[in-house]
């Protein structure tokens, strides 16, 4: 397959909830294959550089901690257009917003345990999926 790459986490709260098995198959289901895999727990510093952006905003504490409160599941999908598509399939930010059938609508609890994790940009795909993966670990 060709096409463009995205970066997605199963969030903690889903794996802890044990909704990482069926994300998985969702995201295969949906035509993205995965070319990285794995899980991990995020530092704290960790957490706060991958989401740096977000640094000023009122919910950031909050974010940094659910994001490290137990393991994620990183990987890197390839898909046509996948940013775009992925961002689509998953849904909107705020699950209760998020259209029928997509993941963050079945599977995220609030705006901020809203599932998964989906890169925003081409440019940012590449930074988050190397924040995670040393090419050894990329297929
Ligand atoms: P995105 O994940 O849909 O790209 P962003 O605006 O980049 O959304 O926010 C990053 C993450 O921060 C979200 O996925 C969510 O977990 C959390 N978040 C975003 N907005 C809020 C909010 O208003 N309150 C609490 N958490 C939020
Ligand atoms: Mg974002």
Known sequence: MSGSITFTMVKPGSVADGHAAHILAKIVEGGFNIKAMKMCRLSKEQAEAFYAIHRDRPFFASLVSSMTSGPVI??????????ENYRKYIG???PSEAVDGTIRKIYGKSIEANAVHGSDSDANAEI?????FSKFERF
Do not use: G, P, R, W
Request: overall charge negative.
């Open 92 to 94: 909107a930010t705020n």
């Open 128 to 132: 988050e999926s190397d924040f995670f």
């Open 74 to 83: 990183a990987a890197i999908l390839e898909a046509e257009n996948a940013v």
